[in-house]
């Protein structure tokens, strides 16, 4: 059986891990979502900042990606994609590079901006998760109450966590009330994707057809439940 922690994350860096860029007249506007995708933690939590089988550089402009769970069966560690709870923003302007200048000639002319507005998470930002280790891990190295990683090779993402033991109820036909994996899910119904990636795709709500539920205390008096479906294959 595998150890269950929730985890109470704090960041320390300027987290750029995971923007949107949007198009603007006078910028490229770069945007934090409010979801952290799970690959890259569940890499840090298994001592890596990368993946050591497939490197930091692409191949051919394409960067390769295992499945979270995969990761999960190899190291022992899995991390559910980490929700922004409170996001301290700040913003860079930087050069657009590679960005260039389209025009195009004739009444009108339309001209690429030059430049980037990165909207970024602060340290005092906050996040939150829950994090499974294998039995042979947890019996064999197991995980300290408190914790800092780093993940992404140059998004200066480091996080500090505060793990808590808990011991979740597996449920049937349950609202999810956290995002997920949908790689690494079993199957879960109505959801919506809120961040696209190569490593799996990362949905909101929907109704898991089996669901880990456990709740955790915010503030003095105030409990919220947080459901998350099942893993494929647990």
């Known amino acids: 059986m595998p150890y269950f922690y929730h985890a109470d994350i704090r960041v320390d860096g ?7 860029a949007l198009p603007s007249t006078q910028f490229y506007i770069s945007q934090p979502y409010p979801v952290i995708h799970n690959y890259g933690l569940t890499l840090a939590l298994a001592g890596f900042i990368v993946d ?27 991390a559910y994609p980490p929700l922004v709870v409170k996001a301290l923003l700040g913003e860079v302007l930087m050069a657009a590079m590679n960005e260039g200048i389209a025009t195009l000639r004739g009444r009108s002319r339309l001209a690429y901006p030059l430049f980037t507005k990165n909207t970024i998470l602060m ?19 197991g995980l300290p109450r408190k914790l800092v990683v780093r ?19 597996f449920v049937e036909n349950a609202v999810v009330s ?21 490593a799996g795709d990362i949905g909101v709500f ?3 057809s089996e669901a880990l ?6 503030g003095r008096t105030r409990r919220v439940k947080v459901t998350v479906p099942v893993l494929e294959g647990m």
């Open 178 to 198: 956290h995002p997920f994996n949908l790689l690494d899910s079993v199957r879960v119904d109505e959801y919506t994707v809120i961040l696209p990636h190569p």
């Open 151 to 169: 993940i992404g090779a140059k998004r200066g993402g480091v996080l500090r966590l505060r793990l808590q033991r808990v011991e979740p109820e």
């Open 52 to 78: 050591p089988d497939m490197g930091y550089a692409s191949l051919f402009n394409l960067t390769r990606y295992k499945r979270p769970l995969e990761l999960y069966y190899r190291y022992g560690v899995y």
């Open 123 to 141: 340290p005092g930002s906050q996040l939150r998760t829950l994090i499974i280790v294998s039995e042979d891990r947890a019996e064999d190295v």
């Open 14 to 20: 300027l987290l750029w891990y995971h923007t949107r």
């Open 206 to 208: 929907g109704r898991a």
């Open 213 to 218: 539920e456990y709740e955790i205390r915010v």
